[in-house]
C-alpha cells in the first residue's frame, strides 16, 4: 500500500493533510524518514508518525441499537446520521448495510466491508430480518388468516402486480406481533400492515441474518461485531 494510503486509513488524516506530514519529514518507515507519498509500504514495516507507531485498521464491523429520531444516511440531515454515535475514527466513511426509517429503531450493521454487506443486503441473497411490530388496530386472536395471508405474500400499494415474499408473523398480543421478512423494500413493514388496514405505530429491528441485537446495548449504543458474528453472514 502507498505510505499516504496508508497514513490515511490508520489515522484522521486526510490524503492533503498525510502528504504534508510526509513533506515535514514527521513519518518515518522502519526508522528512516520517508518524505514519498508514493513509497510502498512493505508488510511488516514499523511506520510512525512524530515517533508514534502507526497502525493499518481492519475492516470495521458494527452493530448498534438505533434510537428514534436518527438517520441511516452517511450526512446529517433532518436528524443526526447513526455514525455521529460512534465516535470512531472517520466514522463516516462507514457504510450501513439496510437502513431503518428515521422512527424505527434497533438493529443497524455498520462495516466499511462492501461485499459483506451485500451479501446481507442483495435482493438476490436471503437475509431474514425480524421486526417487533406495534399496530394501532388490535387485532383479533388468534387469527390464522392474518398469519396465512402474511405467508401467501402481500400486494403492497403501487407495487399490486407482484407479491412480497413469504413473511412470518407471530401475534403476541392483540397490538405487538413479530414479523420476519427476506426482501428490503421501501417502507416495507410499515405498507404491509397498511396493505391489511393497519397501522405501524412501533417498529423495532430485532435481527438481521443470524446476528441478533445485543441486549445488553441501550439505544444509541453500540459494539463491535464478534468474528463468529461477522462469519455468519
Ligand atoms: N420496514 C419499514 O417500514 N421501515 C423500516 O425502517 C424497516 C422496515
Redesign the pocket.
Known amino acids: 500500500m502507498r505510505l499516504d494510503k496508508y497514513l490515511c486509513e490508520s489515522t484522521e488524516l486526510s490524503r492533503a493533510n498525510a502528504k504534508k506530514c510526509l513533506h515535514r519529514g514527521e513519518v518515518t518507515c522502519d526508522g528512516v524518514v520517508v518524505t514519498s507519498s508514493a513509497f510502498k509500504v512493505p508488510a511488516g514495516c514499523d511506520v510512525r508518525l512524530l515517533g508514534e507507531p502507526v497502525m493499518v485498521r481492519g475492516l470495521r464491523y458494527i452493530m448498534l441499537n438505533k434510537p428514534q429520531d436518527t438517520l441511516c444516511s452517511n450526512v446529517d440531515e433532518v436528524y443526526p446520521s447513526v455514525l455521529s454515535l460512534l465516535g470512531v475514527p472517520k466514522a463516516y466513511s462507514l457504510h450501513i448495510a439496510g437502513?431503518?426509517?428515521a422512527?424505527?429503531t434497533g438493529l443497524v450493521l455498520i462495516t466499511d466491508d462492501g461485499q459483506w454487506s451485500h451479501r446481507l443486503t442483495s435482493p438476490v441473497k436471503v437475509c431474514a430480518?425480524r421486526?417487533r411490530v406495534q399496530l394501532a388496530d388490535p387485532l383479533t386472536l388468534p387469527n390464522p388468516e392474518l398469519v396465512a395471508q402474511f405467508a401467501h405474500g402481500i400486494a403492497l400499494k403501487g407495487e399490486e402486480a407482484s407479491l412480497t415474499r413469504s413473511a412470518t408473523l407471530e401475534i403476541l398480543s392483540p397490538t405487538e406481533v413479530l414479523l420476519t421478512?427476506t426482501e428490503?423494500k421501501?417502507?416495507?413493514?410499515?405498507?404491509m400492515f397498511a396493505a391489511v388496514g393497519n397501522k405501524?405505530v412501533g417498529?423495532h429491528?430485532e435481527q438481521a441474518g443470524r446476528i441478533a441485537l445485543d441486549p445488553d446495548l441501550g439505544a444509541g449504543q453500540w459494539r463491535y461485531l464478534t468474528q463468529h458474528e461477522i462469519d455468519s453472514v
Open positions: 437502513r431503518l426509517d422512527d424505527t430480518k421486526y421478512i428490503g421501501y417502507h416495507q413493514v410499515k405498507r405501524v417498529l429491528r
